[in-house]
């Protein structure tokens, strides 16, 4: 008896070794990003647009006070760290939680959208002060394989005039745009942007976000204006890689277009869509021109991120009638809260002397608070802080 009990624990014991040894081995082997990398590749984004892997937040390659080869910053590691508690920031981005809401598929505009609370429902006197439209238009919706894809609607509407915000009552005094990029991609400091900013403060999401619907409708409906970033390949591509969405110069035209619609399917209700990095991409106009001859035909609007002095995006983006405004300054390279300080105050500078100004910042902490600090007062030196859009067409082209 003692023999046949010696060998059924001998017979347990491997089993379970081995059982475990395969599911460790699963864990360390299965890559799936690899498989979703492959599904975003030009051949396949007519036949859907897939969820891409999580994108790791890296700063734009190159801009007015920065250079392509600088790899992540400072900024990036404070952001992974400082945002979130320490038991969640090894946690996967946007990741479910128990207060997550239930989710239904609007049979008008195909998308999955949250079932809200009527309790926690904005009312309608919020949504008329922010003066925004909330929810996308269904007729200014292409619905694809690539997702919902914005359009001019039958009547001439373009998602540009339709989820713009008004302009503000002080357009008098000088106007200066903020935009938070990286938008999306971990969900606390998303959050907190969305909650704690002023209105007036654009935010251009990833198109890496995996909740990129939810969280365009819940910055509309708190009176943001929404951008949607556009991977573009940089000088050191591919060293520095913006993820499997990113529009190539060795790629043909119908190529990245293709990409370009994967990138365009992953929300709504955007004005209009920023570069990101770019530097050699926005350098070559003839990779350049169909992508935004694409955007001019979807009616949106162009921010130039200048990804580098020689892009070309803003003057060609103008010279085809595309609504385009201009990245002045990158305000938080320095995450020093002193360095971001005098950014904004640059900014404050060309805005008196050329009426309008444009800076962009990202989701950290230091930033969101430096801002928060500099707009408080902002009216009272002369200036206002406007939504994106309404500094379309309004700056120099860059020299």
Not at 53 to 65: I, K, S, W, Y
Not at 135 to 156: C, F, K
Not at 320 to 333: H, K, M, R, S, Y
Request: glycine fraction near 6%; hydrophobic fraction near 35%; proline fraction near 9%.
């Amino acid at each position: 008896m003692p023999s046949s009990l010696n060998a059924l624990l001998i017979a347990w014991a491997v089993s379970l070794i081995i059982i475990v040894g395969g599911t460790v081995y699963f864990e360390l082997s299965y890559d799936p990003n690899e498989k979703l990398a492959a599904m975003a590749t030009p051949d396949n984004a007519d036949a859907g647009a897939a969820t891409p892997p999580v994108q790791q937040t890296e700063p734009a390659d190159a801009e007015p006070t920065r250079t392509d080869t600088a790899d992540a910053t400072p900024g990036d590691t404070q952001m992974d760290t400082a945002d979130e508690p320490a038991e969640l920031a090894a946690t996967t981005r946007d990741e479910p939680t128990d207060d997550t809401p239930a989710m239904q598929q609007d049979m008008t505009t195909g998308m999955t959208q949250p079932v809200e609370n009527p309790a926690t429902q904005p009312n309608s006197q919020t949504q008329i002060r922010s003066g925004i439209r909330v929810d996308a238009n269904p007729d200014l919706i292409e619905q694809t394989n690539n997702g919902p894809l914005p359009r001019v609607s039958p009547e001439g509407r373009r998602p540009f005039d339709e989820y713009a915000a008004p302009p503000p009552r002080n357009m008098h005094l000088h106007k200066i745009a903020i935009v938070i990029t990286d938008m999306g991609q971990r969900r606390n400091s998303t959050q907190r942007v969305i909650t704690e900013l002023p209105s007036a403060v654009s935010f251009a999401f990833s198109p890496y976000s995996t909740n990129g619907f939810e969280w365009g409708e819940q910055s509309r409906r708190t009176g943001h204006e929404v951008l949607l970033m556009i991977p573009m390949e940089p000088i050191n591509y591919p060293q520095n890689d913006p993820g499997p969405f990113t529009l190539l110069t060795s790629r043909s035209a119908r190529e990245n277009i293709n990409l370009l619609r994967a990138s365009l399917g992953r929300m709504s209700g955007y004005v209009g869509v920023v570069n990101h990095m770019g530097s050699r991409f926005t350098a070559a106009s003839e990779s350049l021109r169909p992508v935004l001859e694409e955007l001019n035909r979807r009616g949106l609007m162009l921010l130039d991120s200048r990804a580098s002095q020689y892009s070309r995006a803003a003057s060609m983006g103008r010279d085809l009638g595309l609504p385009t405004a201009i990245n002045n300054n990158f305000v938080d390279e320095n995450v020093n809260p002193g360095e971001i300080a005098k950014q904004l105050a640059e900014l404050e500078s060309r805005a008196r002397s050329l009426d309008y100004a444009v800076g962009m910042g990202r989701p950290y902490p230091v930033t969101v608070d430096a801002i928060k600090v500099w707009a408080a007062g902002l009216e009272e030196r002369g200036f206002v802080l406007v939504p994106i859009s309404a500094v379309a067409n309004k700056q120099p082209l860059p020299r």
